[in-house]
């Protein structure tokens, strides 16, 4: 099972502004490619700031300060990787209070941008998708699970399981699983099992609590017999 990553959604050609450009033609960028911010890159490609429609009407409202990026960005720029998860990017977003997060490689170099529209494409998979990635991946291939034994029914994002696993403890484990599916919004569990698993019978070691006191009533574990003479036949 592979989560779609940050390289996955990002859009590689990103709109950028230069420390120079002006603030008239950073707002025709953001009109023009209806986006909300454009990084700002230095002569190596490197973004060292953000400008964002905050940052304009700032600017417009106030009256004074710089007229070009370098004056305007929000500095320093707030930086995804490509290989970062949809959830992380997500989280750094929700944190920081942006829209949009600049992507660089291993050498800071922008190579895309990735925004909160591109993540919400996670959501817009098709039913049919999420269906063969549960089947496929999470059941038959990670768990070992038949697909006959598990009906899996997708219909918006929302999942629902009906059917039989072996163990208790598979309940569990295939709805965490199917939830960190891309595009799950919902799992409806109604999965039934064939038996505990030995440690919910047992207790957390595993052991028959029984052991202790099958045939040696809680001595040292050997069987009192075992010192009796032995009767003739």
């Not at 400008?51 to 417009?60: Q, T, Y």
């Not at 059941?139 to 929302?158: C, E, F, I, K, Y």
Request: hydrophobic share 35%.
């Amino acid at each position: 099972m592979r989560h779609r990553s940050v390289a996955d959604l990002m859009t590689p050609e990103a709109v950028v502004a230069q420390r120079g450009t002006a603030f008239k033609e950073i707002a025709r960028l953001l009109d023009e490619y209806g986006i909300t911010a454009v990084p700002v890159i230095d002569d190596d490609g490197r973004p060292v700031g953000v400008v964002s429609e905050a940052d304009l009407l700032r600017r417009h409202t106030g009256g004074t300060g710089s007229d070009t990026a370098e004056g305007l960005m929000t500095s320093p720029a707030v930086v995804a990787r490509p290989g970062w998860s949809a959830v992380r990017a997500a989280r750094v977003m929700e944190e920081r209070h942006i829209k949009r997060l600049p992507v660089v490689d291993d050498h800071g170099h922008l190579i895309g941008v990735v925004s909160r529209s591109d993540l919400l494409q996670l959501f817009l998979r098709r039913d049919r998708s999420i269906q063969e990635e549960i089947v496929e991946d999470v059941l038959a291939g990670t768990l070992g699970v038949s697909p006959a034994a598990v009906n899996v029914q997708v219909d918006d994002g929302r999942v629902t399981l009906s059917g039989t696993v072996e163990r208790r403890s598979l309940v569990r484990i295939v709805d965490r699983m199917c939830r960190s599916v891309d595009g799950v919004v919902e799992v409806v569990n109604r999965l039934d099992f064939d038996r505990e698993d030995t440690e919910d019978r047992h207790g957390r070691d595993g052991r028959d609590d029984r052991a202790d006191h099958d045939g040696h009533d809680g001595h040292d574990g050997h069987d009192d017999r075992a010192s009796r003479p032995e009767e003739p036949a």
